[in-house]
């Protein structure tokens, strides 16, 4: 009954900015970590970023470093990607992904949403 829901995603020109946001909702007991996978078409998944609920700290993929900013609000159980300075490389659909305890530590999925980087 753990759900992520996604919002933000679009179509942006090149050196844009968008915001995605996603909500844990459902019954478990606590979270571990949230963050970010991308999969642009004809690659593989990849993880943008993530941020531990214990003691905060994040991770990057080098390309997004500078560029990209997780935050979380713990109280709303809400992961968001701040992405700045857009290239067409960035182009994916981008899944939230959280590693939280409800029965067992299980890692749970958002349903994508698409982030387009296009001029």
């Known amino acids: 009954q753990v759900q992520l829901v996604e919002s933000g995603g679009g179509s942006v020109q090149p050196g844009g900015s968008l915001r995605l946001s996603c909500a844990a909702s459902?019954?478990?007991?606590?979270?571990?970590?949230m963050g970010w996978y991308r999969q642009a078409q004809g690659k593989e998944r990849e993880l943008v970023a993530d941020?531990?609920?214990?003691?905060?700290?994040?991770r990057y993929i080098d390309s997004v470093k500078g560029r990209f900013t997780i935050s979380r609000d713990n109280a709303k159980n809400t992961v968001y990607l701040q992405m700045n300075d857009l290239k067409p490389e960035d182009t994916a659909v981008y899944y939230c992904?959280?590693?939280?305890?409800?029965?067992?530590?299980?890692?749970?999925w958002g349903q994508g949403t698409q982030v387009t980087v296009s001029s």
């Open positions: 941020i531990f609920t214990s003691g905060g700290s994040t």
């Open positions: 992904y959280a590693d939280m305890y409800a029965s067992a530590l299980r890692r749970f």
């Open positions: 459902g019954s478990f007991l606590s979270i571990v970590v």
